[in-house]
């Protein structure tokens, strides 16, 4: 056992002097490129100095230009005979500026007058047309109105004319019921009368009468009366029944006429009324389209009037506007002018502002370059004193392992290192296979023993395994 562990001390202390070689080999490098960005982090302080110089420099002259520009004075200005140029056209261009501003508001006082004339004209017009209108409205209403109360009047009269008619034939049957029952009395008198003579014992034969019982005598004679009468009563009741026959033929003709009259007035009438309205709807609307063809012409002729006049007008305003535009056009042309004088000068101080910026971007980037070289040159020479660091603790390792004089406490470290190297689960085997899900590390024989006996999950963290997630390794 102590045989192996000063071999693994020999091992570990060549590799460890092999890392400290490489280690110094190392600082020599970054000691050599230390030296080449000092040697260049020089040369760019250098540039950026005559950078800030002209810069500073470029400042000044833009300061001076800009204050120039600002303080310009008026004697200046007035020497200059663009400027005097320019005023003297501005003043002529106001001058026929405020001429046109004053034609303008002339020429629009005329056009508000003319419209506020044509609306009172419309508005007077349609005021007129509606009054017109009205009275027609109230003048068909009293029309209507009219005829309501003459179609009220003629049912009236209709109805009493029926009612008369029918009260005629009454009366005329009843006058003829009436004969019949006077011509009826007086032959029941003439019968009386006869039956009062036949009954008088004075009457026919004494000696028939002498023969015959009292009993049959009275019945002779009623018999006589009797068979009398009832020859009479067929004469009359034969007459009666002609007469009545023939008043009652008449009655129904004459009824039947009368009806068929009566319908026919009905139709004539309605037809009559019907013509009538017709007339005097149509006599209304003549009248009123007559009244409106006569104010639709005379519109006609105001509108016509009013449109010369407009025309007139439009003409007058139209000379007006190709004037104004022609001044206007003047006025354009000069104010291009002063215009491209003004860019001119706009873009003279744009190239100078881009020139400005462009040198301090400029200025700006080799600053930033300038940072990032600082940020290199500190990072480097941080990881050269941690190599160093580096370097000297290897150095001391080395001499500890030249010394080959080892404590108690070497003896501790190697102990621990070994118990590491070991499978926790039986502490005789090294750790030759970790598994992939957890990455903890066993002997091959305890995790074989494991899936043998189906338990697949790691003793240290209980993670499932199978035998897909074994990964040997070398310690």
């Known amino acids: 056992m102590n045989s192996s562990s000063s071999v693994d001390g020999n091992i570990e202390g060549e590799s460890s002097l092999k890392e400290a070689q490489a280690v110094k080999y190392e600082l020599e490098d970054l000691k050599v490129a230390f030296s080449s960005l000092k040697n260049e982090h020089k040369n760019v302080k250098e540039q950026l100095q005559k950078e800030l110089t002209n810069i500073s420099v470029l400042q000044k002259e833009i300061s001076g230009l800009r204050s120039g520009l600002s303080n310009l004075s008026e004697d200046d200005l007035k020497g200059s005979p663009a400027y005097q140029s320019v005023i003297t056209r501005n003043s002529e261009l106001t001058a026929q500026l405020n001429q046109v501003k004053f034609n303008s508001s002339k ?41 309501n109360r003459i179609r009220a009047d003629r049912d009236k009269l209709r109805s009493e004319n029926n009612i008369l008619k029918a009260e005629k034939g009454k009366t005329e049957l009843c006058d003829e019921y009436r004969q019949l029952n006077e011509s009826l009395q007086k032959r029941l008198d003439e019968l009386i009368v006869a039956s009062k003579i036949e009954m008088d014992p004075e009457d026919g034969s004494v000696d028939d009468i002498k023969e015959e019982t009292p009993d049959k005598i009275s019945l002779i004679r009623k018999n006589k009366l009797l068979i009398k009468e009832l020859k009479q009563m067929e004469e009359a009741f034969t007459s009666i029944r002609k007469s009545f026959a023939t008043k009652l033929s008449k009655y129904v003709e004459s009824d039947a006429y009368i009806n068929k009259l009566s319908v026919e007035k009905s139709r004539a009438d309605e037809k009559y009324f019907q013509a009538m309205r017709a007339k005097d709807a149509l006599t209304a609307q003549n009248k009123i389209l007559k009244g409106s063809i006569t104010k639709q012409a005379d519109l006609i002729d105001v509108l016509k009037s009013n449109e010369k006049r407009l025309i007139e007008k439009l003409d007058v305003e139209k000379s007006l506007y190709s004037k104004l535009k022609e001044v206007e056009s003047l006025y354009t042309n000069d104010l291009t002018y002063q215009k491209n004088a003004s860019r001119e000068a706009e873009i003279k101080l744009s190239s100078t502002k881009k020139e400005f910026d462009s040198l301090k971007t400029e200025l700006f980037g080799k600053q930033e370059a300038l940072g990032e070289k600082d940020k290199v040159i500190s990072s480097l020479n941080s990881k050269n004193e941690s190599n160093e660091s580096k370097v000297h603790e290897l150095e001391k390792l080395i001499a500890k392992y030249r010394s080959n004089s080892r404590s108690a406490e070497d003896d501790a470290i190697d102990q621990a290192l070994l118990t590491m190297t070991k499978c926790q689960l039986c502490n005789k085997n090294f750790k030759n296979v970790t598994l992939k899900s957890c990455g903890h590390c066993f002997c091959s024989e305890c995790i074989h023993n494991r899936l043998a006996s189906r338990m697949r999950k790691c003793p240290s963290c209980n993670k499932q395994f199978s035998n897909y997630d074994l990964l040997s390794i070398h310690l």
């Open 107 to 147: 020429i629009e006082s005329q056009l508000y007058d003319m419209e506020s004339n044509l609306t009172a004209h419309k508005k007077q017009l349609e005021d007129d047309a509606k009054s017109q209108i009205a009275a027609n409205a109230a003048y068909i209403t009293k029309l209507e109105s009219d005829i």
